[in-house]
């Protein structure tokens, strides 16, 4: 019988739930206040259910829009309540001073992006939100750094970038914070009920969790998040420098400090980019089996994910068709 | 590259994407008015996404409850509405004559769930709303049967028992009842959204569906929803005939009038069942690779789900098996 045909209350599957969860644990520390759920829904889903379990108490809550994502999820949130902008969104794409931040006096939680996948913008630091629950969307970066996890009061990331196939989202939240959740929300957002039910009340998305468990354990095979972070900065740096280096042929229209290490997006000739060169550096890209380079079609361009499963072998041969189609197409 | 590893907007995801809803609308003949969506969440995410988008119409709905799972849909829906129930919730495993029904003058929809998994009791009638839009959960038998989709207003169905894996959940919505989503539904839980979107706005369960077109095409292939419903009558026939001439030795609980086609409880060694007899029964049928076939823990006893991946073959082996140890445990 293969798993997807098994009983999510099968012993067999109740095995692969506890050893994923497990695994999280142990990768990343996670204290023992804290609970972990696997949901469905997506990240998006999560924008809901983080404001029906946490906004009710207050009825409003902090934003730190710094890209596409966390714009949706503030606009999501304003379904819930009221939703303050902590600062305007960036006109460039970059993370002002937190010195100009303006944290409320009252908000239930502060909601951030930790990296903007399609933006290619990422913290390098924890917000510091002088004790108000921290809310962070790792989706694209979870498991590529190490975190102190106790300073978040939520952390959630869809599986599907560096941990596993979509269909499951990992859910890491402070126990102090379950059981508050609003009248209308529906009972698989509810915090506390999936966590009552060690995340099997309703039937899960059992294949993804299974694939799950196999990434993690691969993770924690390869060294563990360290080896992760590792792997993150030397890809990223590899990467970065190739842009930088190249006589403003390739142009990363984000501001250094704030530079993702994990989605790295880039122009092709020069810092507007040209239609026509872009376009023949994704075909040649292919022709090599480099797929999936073509920016997010809202902000389009290049863009390299160099998540988890991607090697820093692949980067450098990416590096290295970069430099030959630099030689070939770019100013002599 | 594996379809896990794949974008959810590839063009190779967007063919089967809709390739597993045209099967949908060729298997089941639904009319051209009628929208075809893959949701997350579950069933019991669709107990609330139903109420959030149809409910604020007129604030009621009216709830035929005959079984564990459309109990649960009614305490739901509580959370968003007034909840009229139609009749008390039978005390035996029954559905009360339509006769006996009280509908609501004011109701937006009337939900009822076609096949109670737990219970073992199927309609084997459309319930007449008098023009009230018909929801339906139909997550144990959809496909099992022919079905008039233009009675209903709304037909819904986790996918994981008779036409994929866990992890998508099969929606088909009348195109006038999108809109009207409540303020606070959740922008994965709008039908209208999802269906503007073509079930890919936000990461769906790839594999899931995936999958699920593959159930679907062998469905097709075996001769369509004609041939699942001839099999699930020879199936349900030779299972109840095994049990009713059984001397009482096998006891279903359910009245004649509703039993299930699909999910068939009974209990073993009387009428109030022999829980050594039944430890015993199902310790034998798992030596004979035979398993899950104990009842829900909520009622107890044995249980056959006769799915669409089960055979005719699998169900007569079970019932030899049957007799073989009612021959040996039964009275002389």
Excluded at 46 to 53: G, L, Q, R, V, Y
Excluded at 127 to 140: F, H, I, N, Q, W
Excluded at 262 to 282: C, M, Q, T, W, Y
Aim: hydrophobic residues 35%.
């Amino acid at each position: 019988m293969s798993l997807i045909e098994m009983s999510h209350r099968s012993k067999e599957y109740e095995a692969i739930n506890n050893s994923a969860q497990q695994l999280v644990r142990e990768l990343l520390d996670v204290p023992p206040n804290y609970k972990i759920l696997f949901m469905q829904g997506g990240g998006l889903g999560c924008f809901s259910a983080i404001c029906m379990n946490l906004m009710g108490r207050t009825g409003e809550a902090d934003y730190l829009v710094t890209g596409t994502w966390s714009s949706i999820a503030a606009k999501e949130a304003a379904k819930y309540g009221k939703v303050n902008m902590v600062f305007p969104r960036p006109e460039t794409r970059s993370i002002p001073h937190p010195r100009t931040w303006k944290l409320s006096e009252n908000a239930s939680f502060v909601f951030y992006c930790d990296n903007e996948t399609v933006d290619g913008v990422e913290f390098n630091y924890v917000p510091e939100t002088r004790g108000v629950p921290l809310v962070a969307d790792m989706s694209s970066n979870i498991m590529t750094k190490k975190v102190d996890v106790s300073k978040y009061g939520i952390i959630f990331a869809g599986a599907q970038k560096n941990i596993g196939p979509s269909g499951v989202v990992l859910v890491i939240v402070r126990e102090d914070l379950l059981g508050n959740a609003s009248k209308y929300c529906p009972t698989v957002f509810d915090f506390a009920h999936i966590s009552k039910n060690n995340s099997v009340h309703h039937t899960p998305t059992t294949f993804s969790v299974y694939v799950m468990e196999k990434v993690l354990q691969w993770i924690k095979r390869c060294g563990g998040v360290d080896k992760m972070a590792q792997n993150s900065y030397d890809k990223s740096t590899t990467l970065y420098n190739a842009i930088t280096n190249s006589n403003n042929f390739y142009v990363c229209p984000i501001e250094e400090s704030c530079r993702s290490r994990i989605n790295i997006p880039f122009r092709v000739g020069g810092a507007n980019g040209d239609d026509a060169l872009e376009s023949k550096f994704l075909e040649e890209a292919e022709k090599l089996r480099m797929y999936q380079l073509k920016g997010h079609r809202s902000v389009g361009g290049i863009r390299a994910s160099l998540y988890n499963a991607t090697s820093v072998e692949d980067v450098k041969l990416l590096v290295q068709f970069m430099e030959e189609f630099r030689k070939q197409h770019g100013p002599k």
